[in-house]
């Protein structure tokens, strides 16, 4: 009965020790393992999700592209005059394939487009959460617009390439190349042509997208 009593009393004081240990480091690991997978699983599925839905309507903007890129010669016949006939055109002069001709940088870039945009987002949360004493969610609306114009600034460091590189090819076709060939081509700072109006798209883009799923929960 003492050896009992006495395994009873070392649990409870091992119980004891970890809690004040928890305490004292204020450091939760349950929460913040929890705090990881909600983020992991959040940005797979917005990465996923993504690819998806750039894939299923990837020939709608490969028509938007080559409407905007045609000159227009007064009196000439145009190439192209909306988007259902401009992918039937591509379709058949140039073979189906050649409507998804740029999905590949627009694949290769869904998933670390989420990453920054979603994570950068988050983390610029949790910073003003901690300025401000309280949770992300309940975060005042001008810091959630703010935090959410953090995400929108950094997606455009992987958006702007991968853009940039899908434009090229739905342009050229095969002639263009492979993602590598262009990349090759055009250089480093190539692939950061137009980020101007990438910003300005994406910056107010990410106040607005955020804070108003936060608020629709």
């Known amino acids: 009965r003492p050896f009992s009593d006495g395994t009873k009393i070392l649990i409870a004081d091992s119980k004891a020790a970890a809690a ?20 992991s699983k959040d940005f797979f599925l917005g990465a996923v999700s993504g690819g998806i839905a750039s894939f299923l309507v990837f020939p709608i903007d ?9 000159v227009v010669v007064p009196g000439a016949k145009k ?8 992918i039937f ?12 001709n740029g999905v590949a940088p627009v694949l290769i870039g869904a998933a670390p487009e989420s990453a920054l945009q979603i994570g950068m987002n988050d983390k ?3 910073y003003f959460a901690s300025k401000l004493n309280t949770k992300p969610d309940d975060l005042p609306l001008s810091y959630a617009i703010a ?12 958006t702007n390439p991968m ?13 263009g190349g492979s993602v ?38």
């Open 20 to 39: 004040s240990k928890s305490c004292s480091c204020g450091f939760d690991i349950g929460a913040s393992a929890k705090n990881i997978l909600a983020s």
């Open 89 to 100: 055109k591509v379709a058949s002069s140039e073979g189906v394939p050649a409507l998804y």
């Open 180 to 217: 590598f060939d262009i990349v090759g081509k055009i250089g480093f700072s190539g692939l950061y042509q137009g980020s101007k109006a990438c910003f300005l798209r994406d910056i107010p883009f990410g106040a607005i997208y955020f804070p108003t799923c936060t608020y629709a929960k």
């Open 147 to 158: 935090a959410g114009a953090v995400g929108g600034f950094s997606q455009v460091f992987v």
């Open 62 to 70: 490969l028509a938007k592209t080559r409407i905007q890129d045609q």
């Open 163 to 175: 853009e940039r590189v899908k434009v090229l090819q739905q342009l050229m076709g095969k002639s």
């Open 124 to 126: 610029a949360k949790a």
């Open 79 to 86: 190439v192209y005059k909306n988007a259902i006939q401009t």
